[in-house]
T-cell receptor
Framework: EAGVAQSPRYKIIEKRQSVAFWCNPI?????LYWYQQILGQGPKLLIQ????????DSQLPKDRFSAERLKGVDSTLKIQPAKLEDSAVYLC???????????FGPGTRLLVL | SQQGEEDPQALSIQEGENATMNCSYK?????LQWYRQNSGRGLVHLIL?????REKHSGRLRVTLDTSKKSSSLLITASRAADTASYFC?????????????FGKGTKLSVIP
């Protein structure tokens, strides 16, 4: 079974630029999560999707972050414009219905200069 | 905000020794999970313990949960160099929140060959 795929793996941008991350969850996993992990900390939930609907985006900085999951499969997370404090690893995770275990992708490491 | 707090922040042991990590949390939970993160990679689920359970085993892993003290511990027996990683506890709230995880800051384990 293929795992959660993310791309790109690394991205370096300058502040005020925009960036997008892509996630392909495990086949059949209806729930998808995006997390932000700042160096030295644990992952922090940004947004949770159930199929193509948003379940919780209360911790997503909506003035600069946006996310979508149009067909209930792949998802993209965008930052526009980026700030220095957005430097972090962005993790995507998915979960099959009825089970609490989340499966994580390798993450995208973002550096904002 | 981060629910779990792991202790110690860093742990260094010799191969073959046991490693114990602790996690404390603040609010009621449905379940508590432990994840491992190797450097530069995504998180891997290790074990889940529900609020009505006191102890679980999985291979060389033993997890305990004390809901009266709001704490959990992860014991890795007969450690190996490959166990070197960061370990995170994550809590899931009761009810509808049981499918969202709140992570601690993690314990960085180094196993010296």
């Amino acid at each position: 079974e293929a795992g959660v795929a993310q791309s790109p793996r690394y991205k370096i941008i300058e502040k005020r630029q925009s960036v997008a991350f892509w996630c392909n969850p495990i086949s059949g996993h209806a729930t998808l999560y995006w997390y932000q992990q700042i160096l030295g900390q644990g992952p922090k939930l940004l947004i949770q999707f159930q199929n193509n609907g948003v379940v919780d985006d209360s911790q997503l900085p909506k003035d600069r972050f946006s996310a979508e999951r149009l067909k209930g499969v792949d998802s993209t997370l965008k930052i526009q414009p980026a700030k220095l404090e957005d430097s972090a690893v962005y993790l995507c995770a998915s979960r099959v219905g009825g089970w609490e275990t989340q499966y994580f992708g390798p993450g995208t490491r973002l550096l904002v200069l | 905000s981060q629910q779990g707090e792991e202790d110690p922040q860093a742990l260094s042991i010799q191969e073959g020794e046991n490693a114990t990590m602790n996690c404390s949390y603040k609010t009621s939970i449905n379940n508590l999970q432990w994840y491992r993160q190797n450097s530069g990679r995504g998180l891997v689920h290790l074990i889940l313990i529900r609020s009505n359970e006191r102890e679980k085993h999985s291979g060389r892993l033993r997890v305990t949960l004390d809901t009266s003290k709001k704490s959990s511990s992860l014991l890795i027996t007969a450690s190996r160099a490959a166990d070197t990683a960061s370990y995170f506890c994550a809590t899931a709230a009761p009810g509808a929140g049981s499918y969202q995880l709140t992570f601690g800051k993690g314990t960085k384990l180094s196993v010296i060959p």
